[in-house]
């Protein structure tokens, strides 16, 4: 009788059972997912981005089809930190769902704040700290596309939190060189990196020959960009090869979620591929595991980076 294959993984110092997440904004905090899959045995929920207060987002139309994927311009919608933490959180926690909680802050003092928020709060796997954002102190400049202004967040969500909770900074692949990003949110204090966020793009309406997004600009994602984030993934890894990286970005099968893992990341989320099939992630995960078996690997963790060793 064959041993079964051990699936867990380690982001920082937190362990889950299974590499399987979902991707932020992509399943608000879980409830939606809750009626096709069981939430404790994915490996967790990465909540949507919440801000310090409410937030209505980007005017209408907020989506748009495009050829292998979909762009979106939400604009981080949300109830505020105060009703996510007593809601959504005990919510997920009830369910034995393991929670990555997901930040956004328009300064870098916002951060802090919700770091301070975050600090009382017992049960959180980790936190994800979203520095894909603009910056409104720096006439809109995204964080994460300067090293700077990066390591300053996460220095200052560091120092908040102290030790105990893992710090992943999710890094945007909208910049020249994601090494040097991810080398300076790593010397912040960050305890691994997430990805890659959306690739930035736009729609013309033919009808209107005017921008179709409310918001004009959105965020470009699914299978369209797996390419993007293999590359970012590998190049972060073979700079940093004991960095914890949660890729993600146009995952649908078990296939490209091995892609990625082999490139380095230590944990997948899942995100558009939900909005097609709301079972996604349980499907990703039973074909990961035939695959991981199939070229002979006894756990998950062997084949993480496979594809740098010679």
Known sequence: MSTPLDLSTTLGNAWFPSPLFTASGCASSGKELAQFISLKDIGAVVTKSVMNKPRHGRPTPRMAETPSGMLNSIGLQGPGIDAFLANDVPWLLAQGSRVIVSIAGETVDEYSVLARKLRAVSGISAIEVNIS??????????????????????????????????????????????????????????????????????????????????????????????????????????????????????????????????????????????????????????????????????????????????
């Open 133 to 310: 954002c603009p910056n409104v102190e720096s006439r809109g400049q995204v964080f994460a596309t300067d090293c700077d202004t990066a390591s300053r967040v996460i220095d200052g969500v560091r120092k908040v939190i102290g030790g105990e909770i893992p710090i992943l900074a999710k890094l945007t692949p909208d910049v020249t060189n994601i090494v040097d990003i991810a080398k300076s949110v790593v010397d912040a204090g960050a305890d691994g990196v997430a990805l890659i966020n959306t690739v930035l793009g736009m729609v013309i309406n033919l009808d209107t020959m005017k921008p179709h997004l409310g918001g004009k600009t959105g965020g470009l994602s699914g299978p369209a960009i797996r390419p993007i984030s293999v590359r970012a993934i590998y190049q972060v890894h073979e700079a940093l090869p004991k960095l914890p990286i949660l890729g993600m970005g146009g995952v649908s099968s078990g296939r490209d979620a091995l892609e990625l893992i082999l490139a380095g990341a230590s944990g997948i989320s899942v995100g558009t591929a939900s909005f097609g099939n709301p079972s996604a992630i349980a499907s990703i995960q039973k074909e990961l595991v035939t695959l991981l078996a199939q070229r002979g690997f006894t756990s998950f963790q062997q084949a993480v980076g496979y594809a740098h060793r010679s």
